[in-house]
């Protein structure tokens, strides 16, 4: 059982060394730019409560190409947050009418 739960903990660590939170603010692009060398993925995150969160995406996802991240060489995921909130700005037909136009 120990033995389990140090592999736990040292896959958490690995996984949580490379996150970076940066809340859109363009004060930090300076600093993004670093993280976008040689990821193996991103995760994009929007408030489902916030309409503009969601439409924030685009500029994410055009930004994360600008440093060479792409669909053929990155896992790129979206995940809307705080899905337990009303009112939504965000439905699932927003989401999915608009995912073809996030993964290309």
């Known amino acids: 059982f120990d033995e389990c739960i140090t592999d736990y903990l040292r896959i958490v660590r690995t996984l949580t060394q490379g996150f970076l939170f940066s809340e859109g603010?363009?004060?930090?692009?300076?600093?993004r730019n670093e993280f976008y060398d040689n990821v193996d993925g991103v995760i994009f995150m929007y408030d489902v409560t916030n309409k503009e969160s969601f439409t924030a995406l685009r500029s994410w996802l055009k930004e994360a190409?600008?440093?060479g991240v792409s669909h053929s060489n990155?896992?790129?995921a979206v995940?809307?947050?705080?899905?337990?909130?009303?009112p939504r700005a965000v439905t699932e037909?927003?989401?999915s009418m608009n995912a073809r136009c996030l993964a290309t």
Not at 80 to 86: L, R, S
């Open 65 to 67: 190409g600008k440093y």
């Open 79 to 86: 995940v809307g947050n705080k899905i337990d909130q009303y």
């Open 74 to 76: 990155a896992t790129i």
């Open 25 to 31: 603010d363009s004060n930090y692009s300076e600093v």
């Open 93 to 95: 037909n927003d989401v």
